[in-house]
Structures are given as C-alpha cells and as structure tokens.
C-alpha cells in the first residue's frame, strides 16, 4: 500500500492477498442521505479480490466488490462491481480491458508440498 491513503471502513473493508493499492486510494463505505434534510449514514462493506492492482488516486465507493485480478486504472472513481480479471478505468469506472485468465500456482509451505490453483 503506497502512501496518503484513506480507509473509511465503518461498512467494513476486505482485502485479499498480493493486492497493490496505489497512493491517494480512497475507500469509502459510507454515503449518505441525498435528501440534504436527512444526511444519515449508510453503510455497506468493500470486498477487494487476490492480486487486484488499485492505480493511484482512485475513490471506490460502498458495497462495491473488486474481482481477482482487476487492474483500477489511475484516477478511477468506482461505484460498481469489477469483474475478475478486467481494467476499469474512467468515472465511473468502465471497462476498458479484458485480461487473460491466468491460473497462478501456488506452492504450500507445508511438508507434504500440497499445490493449490486459484
Ligand atoms: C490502466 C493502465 C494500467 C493501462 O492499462 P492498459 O490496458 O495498458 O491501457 P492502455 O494504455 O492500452 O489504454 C487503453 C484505454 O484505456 C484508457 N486509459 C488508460 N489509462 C486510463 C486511466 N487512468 N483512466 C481512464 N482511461 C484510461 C486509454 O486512454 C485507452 O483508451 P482508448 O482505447 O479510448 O484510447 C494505466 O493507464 C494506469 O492507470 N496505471 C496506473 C498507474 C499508477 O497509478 N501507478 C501508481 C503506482 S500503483
């Protein structure tokens, strides 16, 4: 995780494994009412895949899940569901890449060498 990064996660934040979060990354699971009479809060978690690559300055608002494998463009606001294994960029963030799927092998530390594919 670089620097000047803000995790607002009072809806909870997920976060899976080899993730890179550029710098100035907002995560925000709060909005709030639009009616300007009732400003409440609402709440709803952030779900952040296995080696999902966040580019700098992008804002991902709440309840939106991030696919394994996604590349966040630069400067991205993303207010939707990223599916696996795609780039999004823009705002709101759009489709802007299909990646290949790659089946990454990891090797267990235990004894027995188990190998699992994910
Ligand atoms: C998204 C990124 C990885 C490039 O991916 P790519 O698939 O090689 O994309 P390309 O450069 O081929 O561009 C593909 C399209 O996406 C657009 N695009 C690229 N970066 C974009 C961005 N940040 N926001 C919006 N659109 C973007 C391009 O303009 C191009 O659009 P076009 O097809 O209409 O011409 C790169 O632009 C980026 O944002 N990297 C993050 C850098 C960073 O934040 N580094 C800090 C360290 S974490």
Redesign the pocket.
């Known amino acids: 995780m670089?620097d000047c990064c803000h995790f607002q996660d009072q809806g909870g934040i997920f976060i899976g494994d080899n993730v890179?979060?550029?710098?100035n990354t907002v995560l925000a699971t709060i909005d709030h009412d639009l009616d300007p009479q009732s400003r409440q809060n609402h709440y709803a978690p952030i779900h952040i895949g296995n080696n999902v690559?966040?580019?700098?300055?992008?804002v991902i608002t709440k309840g939106v899940s991030i696919g394994e494998n996604a590349?966040?463009?630069?400067?991205?606001v993303v207010t939707k569901d990223v599916p696996a294994n795609t780039?999004v960029?823009?705002?709101p963030?759009k489709i802007?890449?299909q990646l290949p799927v790659l089946q990454m092998e990891v090797v267990s530390p235990q004894p027995e060498g188990r190998r699992l594919l994910y």
């Open positions: 670089n890179l979060i550029g710098h690559w966040i580019g700098a300055s992008v590349v966040i463009a630069a400067g991205a780039v960029g823009g705002v963030a802007i890449r």
